[in-house]
């Protein structure tokens, strides 16, 4: 691996897992235990729905609508270590092939930083009460710093321009995203007038979405074989 990918890896690492132990260490704020567990099991159940990502070892899965619905509903605390937690699930259940301790922090930490600038971004640039802007400000945040990072260290390790690199991997997924936060929205929205529990009986409608993208990309990977 090249000196410069490792360097990125560790530095990635240091401060991913730097802002985990200060939220857990000086932004300690669990306001609503109750709502906070009831979204943590749902994230970790959605990142066992795992799709795998094309010409990539790696996985996308739903729980990054719990992200959006945290950063607008959660502290950051919350946010934070229930996206670092569904991270982990997403790492270790049951795998194509066993990651390393290395390969899984740096999964961990790419996320804690994610979302760290997600809800720092959308909170210092839209009221929390003004619910459409901010989500459509968090999704972006989130897709960039997600996938770009991502993304510079695929090119870092091949040697390939991040550009080309971030297009080739990620920009397909954008409409999975955009669809997520309007999903994400719809139990926002029925959580503030119904509460938060009966809110969730919306959220079936993402493992649908999971479904589509599942097959959509099952099919282009055997169009892609059959041009082979």
Known sequence: MPIRAKWYISSAIVVGLSMLAGCLLYRWSFPDLQRY?????????????????????????VSFLFILIGVAELTDAETIT????????????RP?????LVQVLFNVSVLATSIAGCFFVSHTL???ENLLPLLAVAVFTYFALN?????????????AAFMKMWRQCYLWSFPYYLVGSLVAGAVI???RTAGWKPSLL???VMYLIYSYYRLY??????????LA
């Open 82 to 93: 229930l996206g670092c937690a569904s991270a982990l699930v997403q790492c270790l259940w």
């Open 217 to 226: 990309l099952l099919n282009e990977t055997e169009n892609d074989y059959k």
């Open 147 to 159: 996938t770009g990072m991502i993304s510079l260290v695929l090119s870092l390790t091949e040697g």
């Open 37 to 61: 567990f009831g979204y943590l099991l749902l994230a970790c159940l959605a990142s066992t729905l795992k799709i795998k990502l094309p010409k990539l070892q790696g996985t996308m899965s």
């Open 96 to 100: 194509r092939k066993r990651p390393t």
């Open 126 to 128: 839209v009221h929390a």
């Open 202 to 204: 919306i959220l079936p």
């Open 189 to 191: 929205f029925a959580s």
